[in-house]
């Protein structure tokens, strides 16, 4: 139940439209709703302004169509992360309007949020491999109701390709540097522009990367101020934050 349809219920039982007792039958999931081996917070959207997400990774398919099933008929829009296409198909069959985003392994049920912020939030990458998270962090801030552009391939190996981006990157209210290896991206896109850097660290690359590792650790030291880092491979933290950012200034500059 979001807050609009809150008001509605409470408004049509002020004018005798609804008895107490049904008002309370509708109300009856909240604070949360127990299906055995979850218990689905629907009044999270109330309290944050977006469903809980799910993450697949650790469930059953199953397991996640059930959550999936519930939280589509209690919390609406529902974001559910790390999910393979045979978790996908689980979910679609227990709620066929679920649209799955491949590549950023990401379900969405529902419609995405009105946007209610002018601007826009920028996503990056240092590479090609780079763009499942990337994705996962760009779909995330667009189902919350965000504008999102995107400029895939421009990391430092080849800095042209990013000063080629940079009406984007001067423009945006918040950036997203998606990069593995050794993570410079988010330094570089931090020296350059006036607004908050969320930098994500990838588990792209080999040898003394040690799966994102590297990346995650360059990115802490950052000497370029402005930048905040979330966890290896989390688009979904990224997007959530840029989101959430981008809305709270108006996606001013």
């Known amino acids: 139940m979001n807050p609009e349809d809150l008001r509605r219920l409470l408004e049509m039982v002020r004018a005798g439209d609804v008895s ?9 999931f909240m604070p949360y709703e127990d299906i055995g081996f979850a218990k689905l917070d629907h009044h999270r959207l109330l309290r944050r302004g977006f ?3 799910v993450l697949c990774r650790g469930k059953t398919p199953e397991q996640v169509a059930g959550i999936a099933r519930r939280m589509a008929a209690g919390s609406g829009t ?7 296409p045979e978790v996908f198909e689980a979910v679609r069959q227990a709620v066929p309007g679920a649209r799955f985003h491949q590549p950023a392994g990401l379900i969405v049920i529902g ?8 601007g826009y ?11 499942p998270v990337a994705e996962e962090a760009a ?3 667009e189902t919350i109701g965000t504008r999102v552009e995107r400029a895939y391939d421009v990391g430092v190996a080849g800095l042209h390709r990013l000063l080629d981006c940079k009406d984007l990157l001067l423009g945006a209210s918040v950036v997203v540097a998606v990069a593995g290896m050794e993570g410079a991206l988010a330094s570089v896109v931090s020296g350059l ?3 908050p850097v969320i930098a994500v660290p990838t588990s792209v690359g080999y040898g003394a990367s040690f799966e994102g590792l590297a990346a995650l650790l360059g990115m802490l030291n950052s000497c370029s101020p402005g930048v905040a880092v979330v966890n290896i491979d989390n688009g979904f933290g990224a997007g959530y934050m840029a989101g959430l950012i981008h809305q709270r200034t108006g996606g001013g500059r």
């Open 111 to 118: 419609e995405p949020a009105p946007m209610v912020a002018e």
């Open 121 to 131: 939030v920028l996503v990056v990458t240092a590479g090609t491999g780079d763009i």
């Open 20 to 28: 107490v007792a049904e008002a309370l039958a509708r109300l009856k």
């Open 78 to 84: 529902t974001l559910a992360t790390k999910a393979s």
């Open 51 to 53: 469903a809980e997400v």
């Open 139 to 141: 779909v995330t801030a």
């Open 193 to 195: 522009v006036d607004v």
